[in-house]
């Protein structure tokens, strides 16, 4: 059985840093297509970023540059680490899995909340 | 970037066909997948690669996607179904999603 959990959010102040992790099971974080979603407080679904399973990723322009994803093969585990972060960035994040190169999120976590602010 | 807009909200009463729609620049060449999601919960996909339905999403989820409108439609619509709904898109590397549709049965 797939299960995703992630864990790692909180408060934190503008321009500090966080490092979001999810544990995967029931799957080989390696050889997969694993994505990072939020969604801001009552608003919509937002991508953050995708790693494929040769290990590419791609970003949001809007995390661009200040938000780096990551596995550890070892661990069966994804991380996001966040960098310079702004009141904006506040959300619920979630991690997902895609079991097909057609882009869609088959699996969710229950996401894990973080909350920029001074 | 690439934009899908999504009506904010549709309404339906109990028992009758809803239909969300979901539009973009020639969003007929790309495949489309529709989420639902409920207070409090993670997203859950109903449909992915158009038209395709997951394992233990309902027969009354249906999908469509041509031209520049991909639909959801949920036949015999039932109280349970009353959700945010998003459309995603897959575009060169990037996700893409729509704003997304509250669906209210009333």
């Known amino acids: 059985e797939v299960q995703l959990v992630e864990s790692g959010g909180g408060l934190i102040q503008p321009g500090g840093s966080l490092r979001l992790s999810c544990a995967a099971s029931?799957?080989?974080?390696?050889?997969?297509?694993m994505s990072w979603v939020r969604q801001a407080p009552g608003k919509g679904l937002e991508w953050v970023s995708l790693?494929?399973?040769?290990?590419?990723?791609s970003y949001a322009d809007s995390v661009k540059g200040r938000f780096t994803m990551s596995r550890d093969n070892s661990k069966n585990t994804l991380f996001l680490q966040m960098n310079s972060l702004r009141a904006e960035d506040t959300a619920m994040y979630y991690c997902?899995?895609?079991?097909?190169?057609?882009?869609?999120?088959?699996?969710w976590g229950q996401g894990t909340l973080v909350t920029v602010s001074s | 970037s690439y934009d899908l807009t999504q009506p904010p909200s549709v309404s339906v009463s109990p028992g009758l066909t809803a239909t969300i729609t979901c539009s973009g620049d020639k969003l007929g060449e790309k495949y489309v997948c529709w989420y639902q999601q409920k207070p409090g919960q993670s997203p859950v996909l109903v449909i992915h690669q158009d038209t395709k339905r997951p394992s233990g999403i309902p027969e009354r989820f249906s999908g469509s996607n041509s031209g520049n409108t991909a639909t959801l439609t949920i036949s015999g619509t039932q109280a349970m179904d009353e959700a945010d709904y998003y459309c995603?898109?897959?575009?060169?590397?990037?996700?893409?999603f729509g704003g997304g549709t509250k669906l209210t049965v009333l």
């Open positions: 995603q898109a897959w575009d060169s590397s990037f996700v893409v």
């Open positions: 790693i494929y399973s040769g290990g590419t990723t």
């Open positions: 029931g799957f080989t974080v390696s050889s997969s297509y």
């Open positions: 997902a899995l895609l079991l097909r190169s057609t882009g869609e999120f088959d699996y």
